[in-house]
């Protein structure tokens, strides 16, 4: 049922990360610097640590495009690490000389809130780094690079995806009641994404604040997108609906705890009559000329796009490896301990936001292909104008 489809593989400190993704129609213009583009924005944000001054994210086409264009087949992307030079000995796939210490950097004190503790455990490892070189957030680039194809796939049919900060380490940013149509552009001028320069302030002096006590901070960013048409996902089954794909792809995001679509927990304490959006006419084509009143919906009903904005509301808590660790218990003596601490972000809720915007691209890409098909971006494009044709039809 799935039409666009992707995995990726890579770890934090691995040669490099790489993403095979599947489904996306020939035809299609790609350029690299399409997804670099992306993946300077998911580097940026304040509150970044050292890591993301030794990287220059960038991405090499392997497969699946040719002459700027995509040829049908399944597209391999490959973003190097920089940083693998200086971790060579540690993460190197060879086994080591006998006698040698070349594993250094041995993880055995399970920091709280990661992956180490329960990886360890599950997969019989002895060294946490085993499970958190793949845990880490690092593996997020892949998905971004993945996603800005489909970013790329949705703009031939007029979908643009932005995101911003809302709330960061406890402030809330007043969101203004009409965004500006070029989310990103504005977002991506302030150095915490969020849309109001008072806030930003606040949330820059609060990461400030978060480093020099060696905490870190989570937040909520929102994610818009719009341009949609009409009846992407399905209310016939429960894995079709979009709402529960679009709450899969973003809960799977590292450090994610919740998901809010349009009203969302808001919606349960409100009356109907200040839930439901009532129905106008005068819409856009592509929503079958139908229009709301109000978006409290979120642009979904039914697990399908109602033709509005696509709101989701996304929550991050905060990195779990802290400068000022945490208690926890050391692996090889079982005896209570500091959790590890090393080089990590204050946080990583601007770069978040790049993330959930990349993944919603995915899923909506993948239900654009599921409903229009086509082996080709101009049969896709033949599919989708007579949809909105036969929608259009009194
Ligand atoms: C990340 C790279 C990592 C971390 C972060 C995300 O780099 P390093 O571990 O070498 O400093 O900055 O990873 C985590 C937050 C985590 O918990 O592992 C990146 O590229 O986004």
Known sequence: MTAIRFTTAGES????????????????????????????????????????????????????????????????????????????????PEPDPPGSDKRRRR????????????????????????????????????????????RRLLAEFGVEIGSHVVELGGIRAPVPDTLPATLNEVADRSAVRCLDATASQRMIDAIDQAKADGNTLGGVVEVVASGLVLGLGSHVSWDRKLDGRLGQAILSIPAVKGVEIGLGFEAARRPGSDVHDEIGSGGAARAGGFVRRTNRAGGLEAGM???????????????????????????ETREAAKAQSERSDVTAVPAMGVIAEAMTALVLANAMTEKFGGDSLVEMRANYDGYVARINRP
């Open 13 to 92: 400190h691995g040669k490099a990360l790489v993403a095979i993704l599947g489904g996306v129609p020939a035809g299609l213009p790609l350029l690299a610097e399409d997804v670099d583009r992306e993946l300077r924005r998911r580097m940026a944000g304040y509150g970044r640590g050292a890591r993301m001054k030794i990287e220059a994210d960038a991405v090499e086409l392997l497969a699946g495009v040719r002459a700027g264009e995509t040829i049908g087949s399944p597209i391999a992307l490959l973003v190097p690490n920089r940083d693998w030079e200086n971790w060579r000995d540690v993460m190197a």
């Open 107 to 150: 993880v055995t004190r399970p920091r709280p809130g990661h992956a180490d503790l329960v990886g360890v455990l599950k997969y019989a490892r002895e060294d946490a780094r085993d499970v958190l070189e793949r845990a880490s957030a690092r593996e997020t680039t892949a998905r971004v690079a993945c996603g800005a194809v489909c």
């Open 305 to 331: 796009t109602t033709g509005e904005p696509l709101v989701l509301r996304v929550a991050m808590k905060p990195i779990s490896t802290l400068m000022r660790p945490l208690g926890t218990v050391d692996l």
